[in-house]
C-alpha cells in the first residue's frame, strides 16, 4: 500500500511567534555600544547610497549632477531614507503596544515585546545617524484619517501599513548591505536593520494573512472595495516620501520641487518603484487582500 503523506500544516502565527522570540534573544544586539559612529563623515567625497537607489537616478536632474554632486545627495537622500523609516517606525511601535495582551496570545504577545524593542532602537539608530551628520532628522507629514471599522478591519490595515515600511525599506537595506563601494557606516547600519528586519517581514506576512483570512470573508463589498482603494493610495503616498525637496534643497539641487515632480513621473524612476514593489504586491495579490497591481 502506497502511504500518502499529507503535506505538512503550515507553521501559525503563534507557533513562528515562539520561534522568533528565540531567535531575537540569540541575535540581542546593544544600539549603545555595538556602532562605531565615525567622527565625521565625507559628504561629496563618498558614496552613501548605492547610486541605482538614489530617488533621483536616471532623470535629467541626476545626469546635470558631477560626481561629487551625486555623491552628495546620495548623503542626504540617506538621510531622508533613515528620517522616513523612522518615522514609519513611531505608528508602528505605538500600534504594536495596542496588540499585546488583550488582542493577541502570550506567544505572539512575546515575540511583540522584541519587535518593540528592536523597533526602538532601529529609531535610535536612525536618529543618531541623522542628527550627528546631518544635524537633523526630515520631518514626514502622514495625515491620519479618524473612520470607523469593520470588525477586524483596523488590525488588517494595521498590518499592512507595517508590511509596506518594512518590505520597501528592507529592499534598500539588502541592496546597500552588500555593497561595498558605500561608506562603512551606512553598510553598517543597513545591515544592523535588515537583520532584525528579516523577522519582522516573515511574522507581519504570517499574521496579516491569517486576520485577513479571518475577516474578510465576513465583510461587506463595500469594505472590501474601501480597503483595497486604501492601500493602493497608501502605497503610492508611502513611495511619494522617497522623494522629498528639503533633502534635493540641502544636496545643492537648484529645482528640487520641479526635480521631485519629474521623478515622480519618468518611466525609469516608475520601474524602480514596481521592481521595489514587486515582492510586496505579489503577496497582496496571493492573499486576496489586492485583486490587481496598483498604479505607482
Ligand atoms: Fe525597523
Ligand atoms: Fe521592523
Request: proline residues 4%; negative net charge; contains cysteine.
Amino acid at each position: 500500500m502506497n502511504a500518502i503523506t499529507a503535506p505538512p500544516a503550515p507553521e501559525t502565527s503563534t507557533q513562528l511567534s515562539t520561534r522568533l522570540s528565540r531567535a531575537s534573544v540569540k541575535k540581542l544586539w546593544n544600539v549603545y555600544g555595538d556602532i562605531a559612529w565615525p567622527e565625521s563623515v565625507d559628504i561629496g567625497g563618498e558614496w552613501f547610497m548605492t547610486p541605482e537607489l538614489v530617488s533621483l537616478y536616471g532623470t535629467p536632474a541626476w545626469d546635470a549632477l558631477d560626481e561629487t554632486g551625486r555623491k552628495r545627495l546620495s548623503f542626504y537622500d540617506l538621510v531622508n531614507f533613515f528620517s522616513l523609516t523612522l518615522h514609519g517606525e513611531r505608528p508602528l511601535v505605538q500600534g504594536l503596544c495596542n496588540q499585546m495582551y488583550a488582542r493577541q496570545n502570550a506567544e505572539v504577545t512575546e515575540y511583540i515585546h522584541h519587535f518593540l524593542d528592536e523597533e526602538n532602537k532601529h529609531m535610535v539608530m536612525f536618529g543618531e545617524f541623522c542628527s550627528r551628520y546631518a544635524g537633523k532628522v526630515y520631518a514626514q507629514k502622514k495625515l491620519v484619517v479618524p473612520k470607523t471599522y469593520a470588525k477586524g478591519e483596523e488590525d488588517v490595515t494595521f498590518f499592512i501599513k507595517v508590511l509596506i515600511v518594512e518590505e520597501l525599506g528592507d529592499y534598500y537595506n539588502v541592496m546597500m548591505q552588500r555593497d561595498a563601494s558605500i561608506a562603512p557606516i551606512s553598510r553598517e547600519i543597513n545591515r544592523i536593520h535588515h537583520a532584525d528586519e528579516a523577522r519582522h517581514i516573515i511574522f507581519g506576512r504570517r499574521l496579516l494573512a491569517e486576520l485577513w483570512n479571518e475577516h474578510a470573508p465576513k465583510w461587506q463589498p463595500e469594505t472590501l472595495t474601501g480597503l483595497r482603494t486604501w492601500l493602493a493610495g497608501y502605497l503610492k503616498a508611502s513611495w511619494n516620501d522617497f522623494y522629498n525637496p528639503t533633502a534635493y534643497k540641502d544636496a545643492g539641487i537648484a529645482d528640487a520641487y520641479d526635480a521631485r515632480q519629474a521623478a515622480l513621473a519618468a518611466e525609469c524612476c516608475r520601474e524602480h518603484r514596481r521592481r521595489v514593489s514587486r515582492k510586496l504586491v505579489d503577496y497582496f495579490i496571493d492573499t486576496g487582500i489586492l485583486e490587481a497591481e496598483p498604479a505607482l
